[in-house]
């Protein structure tokens, strides 16, 4: 679905974009006045601003002390992102998520679980991988992503060529990208790619490697809904391979 021009929800107005196209939903139902209040107030502090150059340690994006740097794409109600925040308080997160209603449940969220290892996006994750250093992310996850069933769609996928080669970039060498999917033909269509890709390597070696979820997984709404409609989710794992560039980069 394309963007619609009007996004403003209770006076809230969401980031101008320019990072190309955006097919997606950006707003569902009117926004509940606490919520809208956390757009106002709170999403400002914890956006990322990208009209400035990222630093290049992105630990001082944050006011607590963190180490490692996890990127999440596309958080949906933000009950991976907060589960996992909560989990590890010595890691920085960067969450990403163009629906307004998600955003203002991951500020909702963020402030009853008092995260301070928290900075969000509220747009197009694309302009945030483009934004971020080579080499910064420890761990990238992709979580039921829109598939885009449609062929004359599959170019909107968020997992293609192109994309990958842009992951990687990001990715510290032996960094993870995790992907979840309930959808067959989209795990074929990534794990294609990743064949096909010099930057990652599948770590599975049975079955029950992909059939299993991560540890410590809290299940998310969007996977609630494919149990009910009879689908099982998959869960890769794919690892930045070292290539030459990172060798000599490194030596």
């Known amino acids: 679905m394309t963007v619609e021009n009007d996004d403003t929800q209770n006076g809230v107005e969401p980031p101008q974009r320019g990072h190309g196209a955006f097919f997606g939903r950006r707003k569902g139902k009117t926004l509940r006045k606490g919520h809208a209040g956390l757009m106002a107030g709170a999403l400002p502090d914890l956006r990322l601003d990208l009209d400035t150059s990222a630093p290049t340690d992105l630990r001082t994006l944050f006011p607590t002390a963190v180490g490692d740097i996890w990127l999440e794409i596309g958080f949906g109600g933000g ?5 996992r925040a909560g989990e590890n308080p010595d890691v920085g997160f960067i969450g990403c998520e163009a629906y307004i209603n998600g955003t203002a449940k991951m500020l909702s969220q963020i402030e009853q679980n008092g995260l301070a290892n928290i900075r969000l996006w509220d747009d197009d994750a694309k302009a945030v991988v483009e934004w971020l250093p080579e080499a910064s992310i420890a761990r990238i996850y992709l979580l039921y992503p829109d598939p885009w069933p449609k062929r004359r769609h599959r170019k909107r996928r968020f997992l293609g060529e192109d994309m990958l080669a842009r992951l990687a970039r990001i990715l510290k060498p032996g960094g993870e990208l995790r992907f979840a999917t309930d959808i067959d033909d989209y795990a074929a269509y990534a794990l294609a790619r990743i064949a096909r890709s010099p930057d990652f390597v599948w770590t599975a070696e049975r079955q029950s490697d992909w059939l299993t979820p991560w540890e410590g997984w809290r299940s998310t709404r969007y996977e609630a809904k494919a149990l009910r409609e009879g689908r099982r989710g998959a869960y890769f794992t794919f ?13």
């Not at 690892?239 to 030596?251: E, P």
């Open 239 to 251: 690892r930045r391979i070292a290539g030459s560039a990172d060798i000599l980069s490194a030596s």
């Open 79 to 83: 009950e991976h992102l907060t589960q």
